[in-house]
């Protein structure tokens, strides 16, 4: 079975294992900085704002306050996710040409050969690697402020976690599938048509990812294990993906 989101979320896991692969090193030092940047800044905004936030989606007056120590968990964590989200967003944009180049050197080691539309110039990168990221930033806008605008939605709320949680595994996957892709020429258009028949699969990794996010320590090498992993199911899926 192709499409199941076992087999994305052990994507993920070998995509850790290949960061100790030897001559990544260099690859790796920008998006590890970047991320333990952006991992700080969210720690530090998650604990100043965090009881704020959660009594505001979770009045004490409100119908559904009985249930408050059951959901209290629930948004609590998607509190948590949504701004690990917000911020995963921009520190793509700003580490996406050196996670092209990591896409390129995984793949190399992977397959032996580069991939046919790579450049080892960090430069030739700058301008494909942010209209990129600018075009998965629109799409991930469009479809987050809606889900967002659930959150306070009385009643509706109680389903929006859950919709957040699917959507959000779905776009990390998009978002992290895309490196591998470009490098062989396909824009996120022609990506996100070719991804749709393993959605499954792509919610798996996103799913990884999330998970790794949440693990402290781990939670730093959250981005470049995601481009590793997501360069090894472009690998193992191109006949699909790619045929």
Same mark, same amino acid.
């Given at each position: 079975?192709?499409?199941?989101?076992?087999?994305?979320?052990?994507?993920? $896991?070998?995509?850790?294992?290949?960061?100790? #692969?030897?001559?990544?090193?260099?690859?790796?030092?920008?998006? $590890?900085?970047?991320?333990?940047?952006?991992?700080?800044?969210?720690?530090?905004? !998650?604990?100043?704002?965090? #009881?704020?936030?959660?009594?505001?989606?979770?009045?004490?007056?409100? *119908?559904?306050?009985?249930?408050?120590?059951?959901? *209290?968990?629930?948004?609590?964590?998607?509190?948590?996710?949504?701004?690990?989200?917000?911020?995963?967003?921009?520190?793509?944009?700003?580490?996406?040409?050196?996670?092209?180049?990591?896409?390129?050197?995984? =793949?190399?080691?992977?397959?032996?050969?580069?991939?046919?539309? !790579?450049?080892?110039?960090?430069?030739?990168?700058?301008?494909?690697?942010?209209?990129?990221?600018?075009?998965?930033?629109?799409?991930?806008?469009?479809?987050?402020?809606?889900?967002?605008?659930?959150?306070?939605?009385?009643?509706?709320?109680?389903?929006?976690?859950?919709?957040?949680?699917?959507?959000?595994?779905?776009?990390?996957?998009?978002?992290?599938?895309?490196?591998?892709?470009?490098?062989?020429?396909? !824009?996120?258009? =022609?990506?996100?048509?070719?991804?749709?028949?393993?959605?499954?699969?792509?919610?798996?990794?996103?799913?990884?990812?999330?998970?790794?996010?949440?693990?402290?320590?781990?939670?730093?090498a959250a981005m470049p294990a995601a481009v590793a992993g997501a360069t090894l199911f472009s690998c193992r899926q191109r006949q699909l993906l790619e045929g």
């Amino acid at each position: 079975m192709k499409n199941n989101p076992i087999i994305g979320f052990n994507y993920l $896991l070998q995509g850790l294992k290949l960061l100790l #692969e030897p001559g990544l090193k260099r690859y790796l030092v920008v998006p $590890l900085l970047i991320n333990f940047t952006i991992f700080s800044l969210v720690g530090w905004i !998650g604990y100043s704002q965090f #009881e704020a936030l959660l009594a505001w989606l979770l009045p004490e007056q409100s *119908w559904y306050s009985f249930l408050r120590w059951l959901l *209290w968990p629930l948004f609590a964590l998607t509190i948590l996710l949504v701004t690990f989200y917000t911020f995963t967003v921009v520190a793509n944009l700003i580490a996406a040409p050196f996670n092209s180049l990591l896409a390129q050197r995984v =793949e190399q080691i992977l397959t032996g050969s580069p991939p046919p539309h !790579g450049d080892e110039r960090l430069l030739a990168q700058i301008g494909p690697a942010l209209a990129s990221e600018l075009r998965k930033l629109g799409y991930f806008i469009i479809r987050a402020i809606p889900l967002l605008i659930l959150f306070i939605i009385p009643g509706v709320n109680l389903f929006a976690p859950l919709l957040w949680l699917l959507f959000s595994a779905w776009f990390l996957a998009l978002e992290y599938i895309d490196y591998p892709l470009g490098n062989h020429g396909l !824009g996120f258009a =022609e990506q996100l048509r070719r991804m749709k028949p393993l959605r499954l699969t792509a919610i798996g990794f996103g799913g990884g990812v999330t998970l790794l996010m949440m693990i402290p320590l781990l939670n730093f090498a959250a981005m470049p294990a995601a481009v590793a992993g997501a360069t090894l199911f472009s690998c193992r899926q191109r006949q699909l993906l790619e045929g």
